[in-house]
Nanobody, 124 residues
Framework: QVRLVESGGGLVQAGGSLRLSCAAS????????MGWFRQAPGKEREFVAA????????VYADSVKGRFTISVDNAKNTVSLQMNSLKPEDTAVYFC?????????????????WGQGTQVTVSS
């Protein structure tokens, strides 16, 4: 079992920045891939970014490429999402997820463990 706890959400003006963190505990290992997803009201959960727990293999959704950066800190067992140049359309609940396997995938159904989410609100 893997437990994931997100933090760092909040309210920010358009153009601002936020850094989300996901603390992982339990059976984490370098054979996991980690992802960030988001879900806005009335919309389906969508892929944002993913990375191998060992680092590398980063993948981004086109909508966030060049603005968001995903990273891992193995010493602290955390996965972070640095979000810059935020837009109102980035407003959503952001979820951290983990899947067993080193292949980085984008489908929510491919992930085995999920955090409870953290709210990000970007005002115009």
């Amino acid at each position: 079992q893997v437990r994931l706890v997100e933090s760092g959400g909040g309210l920010v003006q358009a153009g601002g920045s936020l850094r989300l963190s996901c603390a992982a505990s339990g059976r984490t290992s370098t054979r996991y891939a980690m992802g960030w997803f988001r879900q806005a009201p009335g919309k389906e959960r969508e892929f944002v970014a993913a990375i191998r727990w060992s680092g590398g293999g980063t993948v981004y959704a086109d909508s966030v490429k060049g603005r968001f950066t995903i990273s891992v800190d193995n010493a602290k067992n955390t996965v972070s999402l640095q979000m810059n140049s935020l837009k109102p359309e980035d407003t959503a609940v952001y979820f951290c997820a983990a899947r067993y396997g080193i292949v980085v995938l984008q489908g929510p159904d491919e992930y085995d463990y999920w955090g409870q989410g953290t709210q990000v609100t970007v005002s115009s």
